[in-house]
């Protein structure tokens, strides 16, 4: 069993920036792929941007060239770098780990943080 503690989170401004932290329990994140999902008020989550366990990485249109997914395999944790951030990037953002696809059945979930931006 895979624990997930995330932060960072909160309330900010158009065109502010948030990190995100996700700490992992266990030993064996590195061999993890991981990432970060969001889920809008009346939308279904999806998702924002994947690190493989390679250091591969990949993010969703909407998102690119704002946000950047990063890991560190020392600490057990994923971060994601949220900046320029636009009012349509309010959600609960989630991080999801796991040793096969993102998502999947056999993947973790943490508890969700809320992302707020907004004048």
């Known amino acids: 069993q895979v624990q997930l503690v995330e932060s960072g989170g909160g309330l900010v401004q158009p065109g502010g920036s948030l990190r995100l932290s996700c700490a992992a329990s266990?030993?064996?994140?590195?061999?993890?792929?991981v990432g970060w999902y969001r889920q809008a008020p009346g939308k279904q989550r999806g998702l924002v941007a994947g690190i493989r366990r390679g250091g591969i990485t990949n993010y969703a249109d909407s998102v690119k060239g704002r946000f950047t997914i990063s890991r560190d395999n020392a600490k057990n944790t994923v971060y994601l770098q949220m900046n320029s951030l636009k009012p349509e990037d309010t959600a609960v953002y989630y991080c999801?780990?796991?040793?096969?696809?993102?998502?999947?059945?056999?993947?973790?979930w943490g508890q969700g943080t809320q992302v707020t931006v907004s004048s």
């Open positions: 999801n780990v796991g040793p096969m696809d993102l998502g999947s059945s056999n993947s973790y």
């Open positions: 266990g030993s064996i994140f590195r061999m993890f792929n």
